[in-house]
């Protein structure tokens, strides 16, 4: 017969379910206490030689159920598993249903079966009758589980003004918002009467179904309850940070999954342009699970959680790089899976998959996944069923890790030419891995016209159709096919006289886009003739094309760290120069600055054997790998310097703290230098020499630094976080390291005016440079370059184009004088409404606060 072991912190309360199982079963199940300390029943706590005695004492061949109550229970309890034969472990269960009630439940099914599932299931369902008769239970294991706040928590009525309600993205930046603040956050859907769900769930917030127009309830309870309502109504109040132009109209067409008149097919079109030329089949590899029964419960939840942070940091790279193709807005999509990894209701629901069932991390991972995405179809809103696709996504990545021994990211779908890429579907990774001159335009059987992957095609630039139906997979590769992304038109073999006509739209198209785009070319000039230049950040040689059709005026940030990632060695000095070279030529005259390897904390390197470390972003990072790795350092400065030749091309070194780490660089500097020559190698004779102001060090001995260099780049990004002691990846903090604290943004004119002393100029190329709302801040500051991701050129040249540099200069002035980003930000919105037209003439900050601009809440 099946028999019980109770583990608990206290040993009373251990003892008192055991009383509680032999009277309801009359002493018909074996059951044993494992409750407290071993030396002292009076003191809470586990441990693992009690439960294991406790086993022993109560041991059947047809099965131990152990059931803990929390923490360390768990712990304990698979310590003590280590402890048995082989032959009795695997007898032995350890149950994730509630204490009392699974207790009850489990004892009384032993008593008719002893079928251990059965009893261990029925003990998982032991909370429903509750639930049920409390009206706060889904039976679903991962969709929302509903949840009540204490009667005293405040209460926030919202109607939801954005186009496609709280998906994912905004439904992102809800659960950002909410997890920084300690209180408890509850949303309700009032329109569709639904009961409340966690607001600090990705999956449970994007579940729930807000649509346009839908009137939703926050509840807040804590101490920061009212913080985090005025939050979360600021966000609503800036439509979630989304604009009416993130979502093109798209024609409603109706897929056809048969030919039309032989020849074309019809499809929902998603990315306008015409697109002609030889198809390319690509098929996502299908990843295999077997599912396998462990007794290694802990370490199979160890596996999950390494797969689920290296799963965190291709993700993070894949946004960064996305961040510089297409700009926030898009890369936000990433920002979304990046909190689907980290929804406590999805790894939990594997956490006790694992336990329950006693199997491989992948089969746990697969089944839970496969359980969202089904939730996520069977939601009624059309735009929320394609998030699905999301989370498939997430969850294709992580299982990929979680079945391999050596995680790798995957190689890059590479083409030799230009294609039409013709695939069942693509989810979102797929789609933002494509480069645009390799890619003419993209084919899909399945798909939506609000798939996350059609905005990524549509933000690069690619024509696109979906769900054109079965039969595209039957085209062959190299075949010349021609289609119509306005229209959702493919022609399978096009005529001559369609291939004419085709070609004159497209030159029609492109000459339309030349007309939009020559604005983008022009100058930065102040409304006073005072020129700013403009450039781009970049993360590989792709990205140059892009950015120069986006107006860049060079390349103010060249992130090197492409060439090191996804491989087991680093890169030789010839194939960096390759690299070099070619973006250098691409750039032509335009200046190019290369940041050598910024490195560690969020982007460590498997072949550097970096040693664990509690704070990577306070450690071995940027420059401080390359003193310590001088021979990296050497061969990568030696690529650039071959590459200087006849280029306009500019070093910068990254995380500098101290004057005598500039120095060590410029030894090691003129040491490649003296190589170079001895060999024979040119280089140019004078390279100018920077370094990233990203610590406050940094800015404390500004004037010290500029003696050693040519320019400052500012990075505001790392910056704002060691300024504000705010780890801008922990959603607790986040909101602190923002760009436009006061205290930030005095560093920045303490970084300035000391540059300017010393006769260098100063560059900006974090986010804030990007942001068109902080431009007229910067430009008073006196900041010399801009550079950002490509996509923000344009308003960010628009935006310089509006100020002349005094009116700059007086906003500058004040909002270095306001005490928190939160005034800074309204100050800035404020002005911009009124397109600063009572700043055309000098005036006091206090004039300014009280009289001429409004200020909201500063």
Not at 63 to 82: F, R, W, Y
Not at 356 to 367: E, L
Not at 462 to 474: D, F, K, T
Not at 736 to 748: E, H, K, N, T
Request: proline share 5%; hydrophobic share 45%; aromatic share 4%.
């Amino acid at each position: 017969m099946i028999s019980l072991v109770i583990v608990s912190h206290s040993a009373k309360l251990a003892e008192g379910v055991c009383d509680l199982v032999r009277q309801a079963t009359q002493n018909q199940v074996v059951v044993a206490a494992a409750g407290g300390l071993a030396d002292s029943d009076s003191l809470l706590g586990t441990d693992a030689m009690r439960i294991l005695a406790a086993i022993e004492s109560v041991y059947s061949p047809d099965g131990v159920i152990v059931l803990m109550d929390l923490g360390s229970a768990l712990i304990s309890a698979e310590t003590a598993l280590e402890f048995l034969p082989d032959e009795q472990r695997t007898h032995v269960y350890l149950c994730s249903a509630p204490l009392v009630e699974g207790a009850f439940s489990a004892a009384t099914q032993a008593t008719a079966t002893n079928d251990v599932q059965q009893i261990i299931a029925e003990a998982q369902a032991a909370l429903t009758p509750k639930r049920a008769q409390l009206a706060d239970f889904l039976s679903h294991s991962v969709v929302p589980t509903f949840l009540t706040v204490e009667p005293t928590a405040l209460k926030l009525l919202l109607t939801i003004r954005n186009k496609h309600g709280l998906h994912a993205r905004p439904a992102a930046q809800f659960v950002m918002t909410a997890s920084q603040f300690q209180a408890t956050v509850t949303l309700t859907n009032l329109t569709t009467n639904s009961l409340a769900v966690n607001g600090k769930s990705i999956n449970q917030v994007a579940m729930l179904g807000v649509q346009h127009g839908h009137e939703i309830l926050i509840k807040a309870a804590g101490d920061d309850a009212v913080a985090v309502l005025a939050a979360l109504k600021a966000l609503a109040v800036a439509n979630f940070g989304e604009s009416d132009q993130d979502f093109e109209t798209v024609a409603a067409v109706i897929p056809q999954n048969l030919p039309i008149q032989g020849n074309e097919l019809l499809g929902i079109p998603v990315s306008p342009g015409i697109a002609i030329g030889p198809v390319q089949q690509y098929r996502r590899p299908v990843i295999e699970v077997v599912e396998q029964t462990t007794l290694h419960v802990a370490a199979e939840r160890e596996r999950l959680e390494i797969a689920l942070q290296t799963a965190q940091a291709q993700i993070q790279q894949l946004y960064q790089q996305t961040l510089a193709q297409v700009g926030g807005g898009q890369a936000a999509i990433f920002q979304a899976h990046l909190l689907f990894l980290a929804d406590p209701t999805l790894v939990e629901a594997t956490h006790q998959e694992i336990l329950t069932h006693q199997i491989n991390a992948a089969s746990a991972w697969q089944r839970i996944i496969n359980q969202m995405v089904v939730a996520y179809r069977h939601l009624a809103d059309s735009y929320m069923q394609a998030r699905a696709a999301d989370v498939w996504d997430v969850g294709q990545r992580v299982l990929k890790l979680l079945i391999i021994d050596s995680p790798q990211i995957a190689p890059k779908t590479v083409f030799t030419h230009p294609v039409i890429l013709i695939a069942p579907d693509l989810i979102p990774s797929d789609t933002a891995d494509l480069d645009p001159s390799q890619v003419l335009g993209i084919c899909t059987e399945l798909g939506s016209a609000t798939s996350h992957s059609a905005i990524l095609a549509r933000s690069l630039g690619i024509p696109a159709i979906v769900g054109l139906g079965e039969s595209l997979g039957q085209l062959e590769d190299g075949r010349v096919i021609a289609f119509d992304g306005q229209q959702g038109r493919v022609w399978l073999a096009p005529t001559e006289a369609e291939l004419s006509e085709l070609h004159a739209r497209h030159e029609a198209l492109l000459q339309q886009q030349q007309t939009n785009q020559a604005m983008t070319h022009k100058a930065a000039l102040t409304l006073d003739g005072h020129q700013v230049e403009v450039v781009a950040n970049i993360g590989s040689l792709k990205d140059v094309a892009f950015a120069l059709a986006q107006g860049a005026e060079g390349v103010g940030l060249l992130r090197s760290e492409f060439l090191y990632l996804d491989r087991q060695t680093a890169p030789s000095e010839d194939e960096q120069f390759t690299v070099y070279q070619a973006i250098a030529e691409a750039l032509g005259a335009r200046p190019l600055i290369i940041r050598t390897l910024d490195i560690g904390g969020d982007k460590p390197l498997p072949y550097l054997h970096a040693p664990h470390e509690d704070n990577p972003f306070l450690g071995w990072r940027g420059l401080r790998i390359g003193l310590d790795q001088p021979d990296m350092l050497k061969t990568q400065l030696r690529a650039i310097l071959r590459t200087s030749v006849n280029h306009q091309l500019k070093i910068m070194f990254p995380m500098v703290s101290t004057v005598s780490e500039i120095r060590a660089a410029k030894v090691i500097l003129a040491e490649a230098q003296s190589e170079l020559r001895q060999q024979g190698v040119p280089f140019a004779p004078k390279i100018d020499i920077g370094v990233m102001v990203e610590v406050p060090a940094a800015v404390a001995t500004a004037d010290q630094l500029a003696r050693e260099v040519d320019f400052f780049s500012i990075g505001t990004n790392d910056l704002s976080q060691y300024t504000m002691a705010a780890d801008r990846t922990n959603p607790k903090v986040a909101r602190l390291a923002d760009a436009l604290q006061p205290a930030v943004l005095r560093l920045i004119r303490q970084t300035i005016m000391m540059a300017h002393a010393a006769g260098i100029w100063v560059g900006v190329c974090g986010e804030l440079a990007g942001n068109p709302l902080a431009t007229p801040i910067l430009l008073g500051l006196g900041v010399d370059e801009f550079s950002m991701s490509a996509p923000s050129i344009p308003q960010v040249k628009q935006a310089i184009r509006q100020f002349t540099v005094s009116q700059a200069q007086a906003i500058a002035e004040t909002v270095l004088n306001l005490d928190s980003a939160e005034a800074v930000r309204s100050y800035l919105v404020s002005c911009q409404a009124v397109k600063c037209d009572l700043l055309s003439h000098q005036v006091t900050s206090s004039h300014l606060m009280t009289n001429t601009i409004p200020l909201i809440d500063a």
